[in-house]
């Protein structure tokens, strides 16, 4: 027996009714998230980037979506083209937007998913860029993952109590950027809007008693999806300039 404000409990008692109490969840039934960790830590890796770009100027061409480059075998380019930058405005613009759409999505969805929503939105992009952008186009930034995290904010408003006007201006003003200012890659941001859309719905939506298995296999049939695209796309590439 241990005391209690009011006489005296059994400590079994206690544990017990403690295993009953209902522990707080999200929108979604998950646990839910305090401190957007995943969310930082993508913020700090796209800096240490940019600060890599700038010591070591010979990285960026090694490591930028280079068409030619991907079709020979370097398919990384996919991925990390995703976290360099053109310029200190670049890599302001997309932190910023990521500093302000991330933790609700974050605490929302967990610090797992909300980082697959993250790379399969910047492969998303990375894919379209590779099937419609000319060969010799390198083509960078973290645009792809960050216009994912906008569809999925789209497709989650109601359930994050985010206003639906807000997000859909906020996508509607950045795809007029992207359609009007010239040397922006409209493919990247389409590619990561259609994704995080996707994924999101998957993600938010999924039945619980199998949300698990859902989700993990939408995130692998998605995965060998753009596999798919990508080995068509390399065959054509490889057919035509060898």
């Known amino acids: 027996m241990r005391s209690a404000p009011v006489g005296h409990q059994c400590v079994a008692c206690v544990e017990e009714a403690a295993r009953s109490v209902r ?5 979604f039934g998950l646990r839910p998230v305090t401190t957007p960790m995943v969310t930082y830590v993508l913020i700090a890796l796209n800096v240490v980037m940019f600060v890599v770009q700038l010591a070591v100027p010979a990285a960026k061409g090694e490591l930028v979506l280079w068409p030619l480059g991907v079709a020979h075998d370097e398919v990384y380019r996919l991925l990390t083209s ?5 310029g200190l405005m670049h890599i302001l613009f997309n932190m910023v937007a990521l500093y302000f759409t991330g933790p609700a999505l974050e605490r929302g969805l967990g610090h797992v ?39 999925a904010l789209f497709v989650l408003a109601n359930r994050l ?16 950027i992207t359609f009007t200012v010239p040397g922006v890659s409209w493919q990247g941001h389409v590619g ?35 596999a798919g695209l990508v080995w068509w796309r390399t065959d054509t590439i490889l057919m035509l300039v060898g």
């Open 23 to 27: 522990q707080p969840t999200t929108a």
């Open 192 to 226: 990561g809007l259609l994704t995080g859309a996707v994924v999101a719905f998957v993600y938010g939506y999924a039945p619980r008693a199998h949300r698990n298995m859902i989700q993990v296999g939408a995130s692998v049939a998605i995965l060998l999806v753009f």
């Open 161 to 176: 109590n985010f206003a639906m006007r807000s997000i859909v201006g906020l996508i509607v003003v950045n795809l007029v």
């Open 113 to 151: 998913r909300f980082v697959c929503l993250y790379l399969l939105s910047l492969v998303g992009g990375s894919v379209l860029i590779y099937l419609l952008t000319p060969v010799g186009t390198p083509t960078l930034g973290a645009s792809g993952a960050i216009f994912g995290l906008f569809g």
């Open 82 to 86: 995703g976290f360099l930058h053109v």
